[in-house]
């Protein structure tokens, strides 16, 4: 069975630093691609970034150049610098099967999700 629980989130000035980690048990990384989606007040959840089975990774434009993800041992994490009060959100952790390299990251690609972690930028 799957399980995913986020960490790290907090508040952060403009321009600081966060790392979010999503401990994991029953994912097997080489058959699961692994997401970081984000919900913000009053907005659709969004694709943040993708790691893909072949260890391609895809990120959103707005995240570009500033957040990267990655895998350590069982632990997906989004490193993310230089956040803007725009980046405020529930960021939530995901699990699942696509195209790897798929440029759109949909929701419905993954059957897995974590609980969220908020992260909240301020100006």
């Known amino acids: 069975q799957v399980h995913l629980v986020e960490s790290g989130g907090g508040s952060v000035q403009a321009g600081g630093s966060l790392r979010l980690s999503c401990a994991t048990s029953?994912?097997?990384?080489?058959?699961?691609?692994m997401g970081w989606f984000r919900q913000a007040p009053g907005k659709e959840r969004e694709g943040v970034a993708v790691?893909?089975?072949?260890?391609s990774t895809t990120y959103a434009d707005s995240v570009k150049g500033r957040f990267t993800i990655s895998q350590d041992n069982t632990k997906i994490t989004l490193l993310m610098n230089s956040l803007k009060p725009e980046d405020t959100a529930i960021y939530y952790c995901?699990?699942?099967?696509?195209?790897?390299?798929?440029?759109?990251?949909?929701?419905?690609?993954?059957?897995?999700w974590g609980q969220g972690t908020q992260v909240t930028v301020s100006s």
């Open positions: 995901a699990a699942g099967w696509r195209v790897p390299g798929n440029p759109i990251m949909m929701e419905v690609d993954f059957a897995h």
């Open positions: 029953g994912v097997t990384f080489s058959t699961y691609s």
């Open positions: 790691l893909d089975t072949d260890g």
